[in-house]
C-alpha cells in the first residue's frame, strides 16, 4: 500500500469553527489532491499541489484553501466549515511521467469522515 | 453533462457468475482510463488500468471503445469477494493528471 495517512480519521465539528484536515505521504511523490465524497457524487476535487507550495482549485474549491510547505503533506482546511461540508474527505498521491497518461494513478489515503452540525 | 457517467446498479450476481458493466466519458481527448474498485466506507483502490488494447489482469477484463467513448469492466467467475463499487476514472480535459471519477457500479455477489 502507497504511504499515505490521513489525520484525523473522524471529526464532529460546529458549524463556523475552522478544520484543517492533514495528509502525509512517504513516497516522495510530486502531486497531491484533495477529494471529498458525497452519496450520489463520485470525487470531487477541492484543491490539488503539484509542488511545494504550488496549488491550484479543483471543481469545488468555495470555501476550502491548502497549503503544502513540504513534499510530504499537504493541508486543507475549511476556514468556517457548514454543513454542507459534512463528506468523506480523501487526499490522493500520483507521480505522472513524461508521456501523457504514463503513470498517472492516483493512490489515496484512508479518508477522514467529518461531521459539521 | 457529467464528464464520466455510471449505472450505479446494484448488480446481484450469483457466485461463479460473469458480470460486466460499462461507463461512458465525455472528453474524446482522453489519454488514460482507470478501473478502481471501492469498498464501503474505504479508500478507492486501483483495480486496473485500461489499455487501447483491451487487458486482462486475472478475472478482470477492461475494454476501451474510443469511438463510442465508453469503458468497460467484466468480471468472470465472479467471487463473494468481488463485492464493492467499482469506480470508472478518466483523466479530465487538457490535464493529464486530475482524474474525473464516475459514481460508481456497485456489485454484490451471492452464495
Known amino acids: 500500500d502507497a504511504g499515505i495517512t490521513q489525520s484525523p480519521r473522524h471529526k464532529v465539528t460546529e458549524t463556523g469553527t475552522p478544520v484543517t484536515l492533514r495528509c502525509h505521504q512517504t513516497e516522495n511523490h510530486r502531486y497531491m489532491y484533495w477529494y471529498r465524497q458525497d452519496p450520489g457524487h463520485g470525487l470531487r476535487l477541492i484543491h490539488y499541489?503539484?509542488?511545494?507550495?504550488?496549488?491550484d482549485k479543483g471543481e469545488v474549491s468555495d470555501g476550502y484553501s491548502v497549503s503544502r510547505s513540504k513534499t510530504e503533506d499537504f493541508l486543507l482546511t475549511l476556514e468556517s466549515a457548514t454543513s454542507s461540508q459534512t463528506s468523506v474527505y480523501f487526499c490522493?498521491?500520483?507521480?505522472?511521467?513524461?508521456?501523457?497518461?504514463?503513470?498517472?494513478?492516483?493512490?489515496f489515503g484512508p479518508g477522514t469522515r467529518l461531521t459539521v452540525l | 453533462r457529467k464528464e464520466v457517467e455510471q449505472d450505479p446498479g446494484p448488480f446481484n450476481v450469483p457466485e461463479g457468475a460473469t458480470v460486466a458493466f460499462n461507463c461512458t466519458y465525455s472528453?474524446?481527448?482522453?489519454?488514460?482510463f482507470f478501473w478502481y474498485r471501492q469498498d464501503c466506507r474505504k479508500e478507492p483502490k486501483l483495480l486496473m488500468s485500461v489499455y487501447s488494447s483491451g487487458n486482462e489482469d486475472g478475472r478482470f477484463t477492461a475494454q476501451l471503445n474510443r469511438a463510442s467513448q465508453y469503458i468497460s469492466l467484466l468480471i468472470r467467475d465472479s467471487k463473494l469477494s468481488d463485492s464493492a463499487t467499482y469506480l470508472c476514472v478518466v483523466n479530465m480535459e487538457n490535464h493529464d493528471y486530475k482524474l474525473s471519477f464516475g459514481a460508481g457500479t456497485t456489485v454484490t455477489v451471492r452464495a
Open positions: 472528453n474524446s481527448a482522453s489519454q488514460s
Open positions: 499541489s503539484y509542488g511545494v507550495k504550488d496549488t
Open positions: 490522493a498521491i500520483s507521480a505522472p511521467g513524461g508521456t501523457p497518461g504514463q503513470y498517472n494513478e492516483q493512490f
